[in-house]
C-alpha cells in the first residue's frame, strides 16, 4: 500500500491541501482593511500532490501551489491553484506519484523522462511576467489572474540553467539580478551570473566557478556589487553513488563568500574566508565608500550549521538544528584590505528566519527589518510562531504573537509609492493550530506589537510555505 502523508514534514500545518478553490468575499473578522491596500498577495510553497515514494521526504521537494489574496475596497477575496509544471501535469495525468520528494532518488517507473520543477520557492512580477521559481529550473510564466500556468519561461532563448528562488530587484534601474548554481548541470561548481533589464531583456548571462559544489539557496545584491556566499552545505553526486546522501554538511570546508562588482568580469570576483556556517537567506545588502575604500555589508540569518540535511558522511544531525532561530548578522567585507577574511556583528539578540525589508531600499543601506520568530518557551523545531520588527538604527524590537497561531513569511507593503521608509503594512498568513484554519493579517509595519490593523479569516488552512509578493493592481490589469 502506498504510504500516506504521515512524515513530520507532512503533518500538521505541513501537510499539503489538495483542493483547489475560490473564496470571492472573504470575512473581515477585526479591523478594517486600509483602503490604500489594492492589489494581491501571492505566496508560493510546497503542496506535494501525492504521498513519497518511500518512507522519507525532504520539505523542499512538493509540488509548488500558489495562493493569492486580493484586497481592494476593504474588501478581500482568496484563491489557490497548484502550478501547473510538467511534473504537475504527468503525475496528474498519471493519477499517482512519479517524482522523488527525496534529494537523489530515484523516480517511479514512468517518472523517467519527467522533467524535475516544483516552482515552489518565490513568486515574482518582472519585465510584463509573473514568474513562478525555485533554484534547479527555469521560472513558470503564470497567468496573474486565473493562476494558471503558461509553460517554462527562458527569455525568448536567452537564458539558460538554473534561476535562483530569490533574484534580487534593483528599485533605482528597475533590473533583475539574479545567479544559478549547478549551472553546467548536477553537481557541478559552475555558478552563472545575469542581469535582467526592467522591461525583460537579458543584458548579462555569464558562468563562473565557484570553489566547491555546494546548495546555494540564496545571495545578496547591492546597487555596486553581487555577493555569492559558498557554505559548505556541499553537493557529491559520487557520494551519492556510494550509498551516501547528495547534500550534506561537510564542516572541514570554509565558508567562501565571492563579491563581485555588477559591471565586472567574473574573472574579478574577490573570495572572502570564514568559518563552517550556514545562511539559507539574506535580508538585504548594500555598498559603501568613503576615504578609506569601499565596504559591501550583508545582513543574512546565520545558522552553525546546515539544518535539514545529514552530515557528509551520512550520519544524522544530533540533537535538533532549529531551521526558524537564525543569528541576524551583519557581514563586512572590506575591498580595500589585503585580509581575506570579513568581520561579523551580531544586530538583534531575537533569532528569526524569512525576512523581509521595504524593498524600495533593496540593495540600499536601510533602517527597518522585519521577519519571522520563535517566542516563548517552546519545543525546538518549533514554526515561527511570532513577527518580529527590528529598527537597525536604534536597536528597538517589536514581537507580535498571535494566540494559539503560527506565521509566515512578513511581508512589507508601502503606504504610497513615495512614504518614509518603514511607513505601511506587514502582511502575513496566520495558522490557527486550535481551529486547523488560516488568516491572513495586517500589521502596521512601524507598530507590529499592536497586532492587527484588520485580519481576513479564510475557510481553509494554507500549508508553511516559502515566500511571496505584494503586487499592486495596476501592475496586473486587476
Same mark, same amino acid.
Given at each position: 500500500?502506498?504510504?500516506?502523508?504521515?512524515?513530520?514534514?507532512?503533518?500538521?500545518?505541513?501537510?499539503?491541501?489538495?483542493?483547489?478553490?475560490?473564496?470571492?468575499?472573504?470575512?473581515?473578522?477585526?479591523?478594517?482593511?486600509?483602503?490604500?491596500?489594492?492589489?494581491?498577495?501571492?505566496?508560493?510553497?510546497?503542496?506535494?500532490?501525492?504521498?513519497?515514494?518511500?518512507?522519507?521526504?525532504?520539505?523542499?521537494?512538493?509540488?509548488?501551489?500558489?495562493?493569492?489574496?486580493?484586497?481592494?475596497?476593504?474588501?478581500?477575496?482568496?484563491?489557490?491553484?497548484?502550478?501547473?509544471?510538467?511534473?504537475?501535469?504527468?503525475?496528474?495525468?498519471?493519477?499517482?506519484?512519479?517524482?522523488?520528494?527525496?534529494?537523489?532518488?530515484?523516480?517511479?517507473?514512468?517518472?523517467?523522462?519527467?522533467?524535475?520543477?516544483?516552482?515552489?520557492?518565490?513568486?515574482?512580477?518582472?519585465?510584463?511576467?509573473?514568474?513562478?521559481?525555485?533554484?534547479?529550473?527555469?521560472?513558470?510564466?503564470?497567468?496573474?489572474?486565473?493562476?494558471?500556468?503558461?509553460?517554462?519561461?527562458?527569455?525568448?532563448?536567452?537564458?539558460?540553467?538554473?534561476?535562483?528562488?530569490?533574484?534580487?530587484?534593483?528599485?533605482?534601474?528597475?533590473?533583475?539580478?539574479?545567479?544559478?548554481?549547478?549551472?553546467?548541470?548536477?553537481?557541478?561548481?559552475?555558478?552563472?551570473?545575469?542581469?535582467?533589464?526592467?522591461?525583460?531583456?537579458?543584458?548579462?548571462?555569464?558562468?563562473?566557478?565557484?570553489?566547491?559544489?555546494?546548495?546555494?539557496?540564496?545571495?545578496?545584491?547591492?546597487?555596486?556589487?553581487?555577493?555569492?556566499?559558498?557554505?559548505?552545505?556541499?553537493?557529491?553526486?559520487?557520494?551519492?553513488?556510494?550509498?551516501?546522501?547528495?547534500?550534506?554538511?561537510?564542516?572541514?570546508?570554509?565558508?567562501?563568500?565571492?563579491?563581485?562588482?555588477?559591471?565586472?568580469?567574473?574573472?574579478?570576483?574577490?573570495?572572502?574566508?570564514?568559518?563552517?556556517?550556514?545562511?539559507?537567506?539574506?535580508?538585504?545588502?548594500?555598498?559603501?565608500?568613503?576615504?578609506?575604500?569601499?565596504?559591501?555589508?550583508?545582513?543574512?540569518?546565520?545558522?552553525?550549521?546546515?539544518?535539514?540535511?545529514?552530515?557528509?558522511?551520512?550520519?544524522?544531525?544530533?540533537?535538533?538544528?532549529?531551521?526558524?532561530?537564525?543569528?541576524?548578522?551583519?557581514?563586512?567585507?572590506?575591498?580595500?584590505?589585503?585580509?581575506?577574511?570579513?568581520?561579523?556583528?551580531?544586530?538583534?539578540?531575537?533569532?528569526?528566519?524569512?525576512?523581509?525589508?521595504?524593498?524600495?531600499?533593496?540593495?540600499?543601506?536601510?533602517?527597518?527589518?522585519?521577519?519571522?520568530?520563535?517566542?516563548?518557551?517552546?519545543?525546538?523545531?518549533?514554526? =515561527?510562531?511570532?513577527? &518580529?520588527?527590528?529598527?537597525? @538604527?536604534?536597536? %528597538?524590537?517589536?514581537?507580535?504573537? !498571535?494566540? #494559539?497561531?503560527?506565521?509566515?513569511?512578513?511581508?512589507?507593503?508601502?503606504?504610497?509609492?513615495?512614504?518614509?521608509?518603514?511607513?505601511?503594512?506587514?502582511?502575513?498568513?496566520?495558522?490557527?493550530?486550535?481551529?486547523?484554519?488560516?488568516?491572513?493579517?495586517?500589521?502596521? =509595519?512601524?507598530?507590529? &506589537?499592536?497586532?492587527?490593523? @484588520?485580519?481576513? %479569516?479564510?475557510?481553509?488552512?494554507? !500549508?508553511? #510555505?516559502?515566500?511571496?509578493?505584494?503586487?499592486?493592481?495596476?501592475?496586473?490589469?486587476?
Amino acid at each position: 500500500m502506498e504510504p500516506r502523508f504521515t512524515h513530520p514534514r507532512l503533518s500538521g500545518n505541513f501537510a499539503p491541501v489538495l483542493a483547489e478553490c475560490d473564496a470571492p468575499d472573504l470575512i473581515v473578522t477585526k479591523g478594517e482593511i486600509p483602503a490604500e491596500l489594492d492589489g494581491t498577495l501571492y505566496r508560493n510553497g510546497p503542496n506535494p500532490m501525492f504521498p513519497p515514494l518511500g518512507d522519507d521526504h525532504d520539505w523542499f521537494l512538493g509540488e509548488g501551489m500558489l495562493h493569492a489574496f486580493t484586497l481592494s475596497g476593504g474588501k478581500a477575496s482568496y484563491r489557490n491553484r497548484f502550478i501547473g509544471t510538467q511534473q504537475y501535469t504527468a503525475q496528474r495525468a498519471a493519477g499517482r506519484r512519479l517524482v522523488p520528494t527525496v534529494f537523489g532518488a530515484p523516480p517511479a517507473p514512468g517518472g523517467e523522462d519527467i522533467l524535475r520543477n516544483t516552482a515552489n520557492t518565490h513568486i515574482i512580477l518582472h519585465g510584463g511576467q509573473f514568474l513562478a521559481l525555485e533554484e534547479v529550473a527555469l521560472p513558470v510564466a503564470i497567468d496573474p489572474v486565473t493562476l494558471a500556468a503558461q509553460g517554462s519561461y527562458d527569455y525568448g532563448g536567452a537564458y539558460a540553467g538554473p534561476f535562483s528562488g530569490h533574484p534580487k530587484l534593483d528599485p533605482k534601474t528597475g533590473e533583475l539580478i539574479t545567479f544559478g548554481y549547478m549551472a553546467d548541470g548536477p553537481g557541478s561548481a559552475t555558478l552563472s551570473f545575469t542581469i535582467i533589464a526592467a522591461d525583460g531583456t537579458v543584458t548579462r548571462h555569464d558562468r563562473f566557478q565557484a570553489p566547491y559544489p555546494a546548495m546555494m539557496h540564496d545571495f545578496a545584491v547591492t546597487d555596486e556589487h553581487a555577493v555569492f556566499p559558498v557554505f559548505p552545505a556541499t553537493i557529491d553526486g559520487r557520494r551519492m553513488m556510494q550509498g551516501g546522501p547528495l547534500i550534506a554538511w561537510d564542516p572541514s570546508l570554509k565558508t567562501l563568500i565571492g563579491v563581485l562588482g555588477r559591471d565586472e568580469p567574473v574573472e574579478n570576483i574577490r573570495w572572502f574566508e570564514g568559518d563552517a556556517c550556514y545562511a539559507y537567506h539574506t535580508l538585504n545588502a548594500f555598498s559603501t565608500s568613503d576615504e578609506r575604500g569601499t565596504r559591501v555589508v550583508v545582513d543574512a540569518f546565520k545558522f552553525d550549521r546546515l539544518g535539514l540535511f545529514p552530515n557528509a558522511d551520512g550520519s544524522p544531525v544530533i540533537g535538533p538544528v532549529d531551521t526558524w532561530r537564525g543569528k541576524l548578522v551583519r557581514w563586512t567585507f572590506d575591498l580595500a584590505s589585503n585580509d581575506n577574511g570579513y568581520t561579523e556583528q551580531v544586530l538583534t539578540d531575537i533569532p528569526g528566519e524569512l525576512g523581509r525589508v521595504d524593498e524600495r531600499f533593496s540593495g540600499l543601506p536601510y533602517r527597518h527589518a522585519y521577519f519571522g520568530t520563535v517566542a516563548g518557551d517552546v519545543a525546538p523545531e518549533t514554526p =515561527a510562531n511570532a513577527i &518580529a520588527h527590528v529598527d537597525l @538604527a536604534t536597536g %528597538e524590537a517589536k514581537v507580535w504573537t !498571535p494566540a #494559539g497561531g503560527f506565521v509566515h513569511e512578513p511581508v512589507f507593503v508601502p503606504r504610497s509609492a513615495t512614504a518614509p521608509e518603514g511607513d505601511g503594512w506587514i502582511l502575513s498568513v496566520v495558522y490557527d493550530a486550535p481551529a486547523n484554519l488560516s488568516s491572513l493579517v495586517i500589521l502596521d =509595519a512601524l507598530d507590529v &506589537a499592536s497586532g492587527p490593523v @484588520a485580519q481576513v %479569516e479564510l475557510p481553509l488552512r494554507i !500549508p508553511f #510555505g516559502f515566500h511571496g509578493s505584494w503586487v499592486p493592481s495596476r501592475e496586473v490589469g486587476a
